[in-house]
């Protein structure tokens, strides 16, 4: 990866004016900081526009965006669809239910199929690690990668790191615990990835059978005490605990798990005074986070985290659109 | 509720000029009459557009229109994603199963996300009754109840009394029969009020069983005997019977169901010449309604109760997005 | 049928000009040749603006075209979507579970109801042959036949016919062998009309058991035997094996249809140097066609065949929303 100068401040206005050399956005491994933060400026146009009585832009007019979801996420889907719309994209919708599409092969005549509609950007969420990686080499088009198996989901990492940005200011310099599920959780890895690119100190805490062998060489510090993880940290980031993984051997109960790992206010108390508290959705509470600490106005970032993600899909079409990369060949 | 001029006809331009007052439209109870003729007189403006070439408005350009429906209704959302897009909104169509939203809380959870995401108007559907209403207290766009469990369905009651009114001229002074599961039906309680408001005399007919406690209280005269009911009746409103109360316990067959309460042209006699025939479908055919009468176009009013919908609910957009209680927050 | 005059050539502007006379299109059995080629002529308009990065025409801004769909298609179904918004059409997706209409009747219903809500175009798939012509009879829009039972898909036969014309400068004289299983394919029907019709020869290979009683009447040499039935041939257009066919007494295995029917190198090189591959997708690989076949850029047509159905079915929607049938209503 070529240096770029890193002491460009986000106000500046030059580099907002830069374009986006990625091609696709299906790792925040993929980006330097630059890039990142880069995408996080272009969300900050677009911010203030959603709360505006109209949000409708043309930048995007005659373009079609194509969500292809090969498992169930309302929220993210119609994040990308409102994302498209607002920036005047015609967006598609395909729902394809991973039963017919057991055999890796089907994933690459999909991919060919779509590529002759001759979309402009494909979204695209796979139980497959690697599934928006393959799909990439087979389309013209820019490919989002919105969650593929337990690697990476993005824009999930970009909305979070602009969430706090928002917050605070910054990143860099924060401490950042990310508790829960890490073993099977994208949303975790592309956290790091991102959080630590952008300067913060990421902790990583959970019990032994839900964390990755190695995750220490993320860059992260492991934690397998809550409390002791916690202590002060700026931000709690929990993670959503899959209901399955209860009954597959990874700890006892959903009662036990929220006696170790849930955020409650007592657990909250270790970390540094105001911290705040962020989670990916949808929340099972009671088990992951109680919630005194979930509906705490004060201290939850949640619901921002969801209105962040509009602006920040906004910001990535946009970059995607106007990269060079994807500009030459139209 | 603030005393309104009620003398105003429905001819007169200042009654359109007027802004709704209502932030959101959750049941027909929370209308004063001057307010649903406002609504009625709205869709006037919108009814001759539908048979246009070109049906588009610009009215709700850049504005976000969701339709959260958690009980299939292909029907119903159809009609509000039509009136929605030719009033130039985006519409984005959210399908929730049931089954992953078992708990209360959750719906709530949902509530919050779709603020997040800021939309202008969120039409919802649900199971249980409350639910919209619930929802909109906790959102901050407007919200369109579009059939909440047994409770109500403000725009179906609206698109028969617009459909009454188109074809008679008015609705005041009528005598409209509904006619089967009283018991069951959110589309009854909607009518009886509406109907009942603007001046009509309501009865309500259909067996013991299938006939709530206490349903003279809303205004309505109760009749167990069809062709008593029926007597001089200038409109009948058929009820669709959910084949799943057909083993409950409510009636012994949907043959003797018929008998006693499926209209056909013997027991049609029995209301006044020329009495019109409605029904919310889908129809049951032979069940609830004889084909005979269904599909005699001089009685019956059934496709036309489709297209006054469109109209209608384009007006309910166009209101709710014009009322004064959604401009303050924006 | 009235005669037109056949001499008319593609490249001539007056034949473009011409208003299609047809209001729906449900068949290709109902379109002379002259009809035929005039759609084909509109698709060649709008082939070259796919691969433009401004995609969005304003032909239809303002008119709905309504995607009924009552079997699962989403390559279709998003061809159709596709199309209609770069007509600068409201599109809206209505997917309807076949279990819900089982009874006849209910399409008829179906049918009322759409119609009621005014829609100018609808695209409707059915399981049942003759859906689309029902359909037809009892709404005031233009329908168009997305698939119905075992009768026609012509826009699909419209696709490929426009493929091979795009590649090879016409039809008129080629050989063509349509080869899989016939019996069920409405695919097989439809090319067989127009190829026909355009002036080509067609040939049927497949198993006696999966050959329709009088194919030969249909206008096509019928083979049993795949060498013979490719000799020099120019195109070969595999069909696609239904899986539930495999079980159902046609054949005895896959592996078996694979060796007598399944295209491979070998089959092809009895095909005249140079012969193209058609299929409709999505494809069993190794059960009607090798990948060795399929994946081979310099004969395959297949994203092609993706590719030109976006365009033939724009040519479609302009041609039904010009044609003097439909304008006369409105």
Redesign the interface.
Known sequence: MAQRPTGVKKTDESARAIRFRQKHLLAIADLDRFEAENLLDRAEKFAPL???????LDTL????L?NLFFENS??TQ??F??AG??MGA?V?N?S?KSSSVAKG??LI?TA??L????P?LLVVRHGSSGAAELLSRKVDCAVINAGDGKHEHPTQALLDAFTIRSRLGGVEGLIIAICGDVLHSRVARSNVALLTLLGAQVRLIGPPTLMPAGAEKWGAKVFHDMRAGLKDADVVMMLRVQRERMTGGFFPSAREYFWFYGLDEEKLRHAKPGALVMHP???N?GVEID?TVADNASVSL??????M??AVRMAVLEALAESGANEER?
Chains 1, 2, 3 share one sequence.
Not at 302 to 307: F, H, P, S
């Open positions: 959603l709360d505006e009585r109209v949000k409708k007019r005659g373009r079609t194509i309302t929220r119609s994040s669809e409102l719309k607002r015609d598609v395909m394809v092969e089907t005549d060919a199929t590529n002759a509609m001759r402009d959705g949808p929340m509470r919630s949640i619901e921002t985290q969801v209105r993600g509009v139209s």
